[in-house]
């Protein structure tokens, strides 16, 4: 009878409640999922450049492992040793 009591209550909440939904998220005319937008984890400074072009300014290797800060115009992308870790886009 309890079992029965919850799924009833289930089905209660879904029809008043509905489904989740999600909204995508744009900034400055780019799309959540666009892949160009900015650098992957694991591509090299090579590639990096080789793709988006060179950096506007470029920081000096911080820490150990060594940690670069390349800054572009849209984004900034951080380096270990010679590969992305991570990439963000400005505000």
Excluded: C
Excluded at 35 to 53: E, H, I, L, N
Excluded at 77 to 90: L, M
């Amino acid at each position: 009878m309890a079992k029965l009591r919850s799924a009833a209550l289930i089905a209660l909440f879904l029809a008043l409640f509905g489904t989740a939904q999600a909204d995508t998220l744009k900034m400055d005319g780019m799309s959540a999922g666009s892949a160009d937008a900015r650098p992957t984890r694991g591509m090299t400074q090579a590639s990096v450049q080789s793709k988006y072009g060179s950096p506007v300014n470029v920081r000096a290797p911080v820490g150990e492992p060594p940690i670069t800060r390349w800054e572009y115009k849209d984004f900034v992308v951080f380096f270990e040793y010679d590969r992305v870790i991570h990439a963000v886009v400005k505000r």
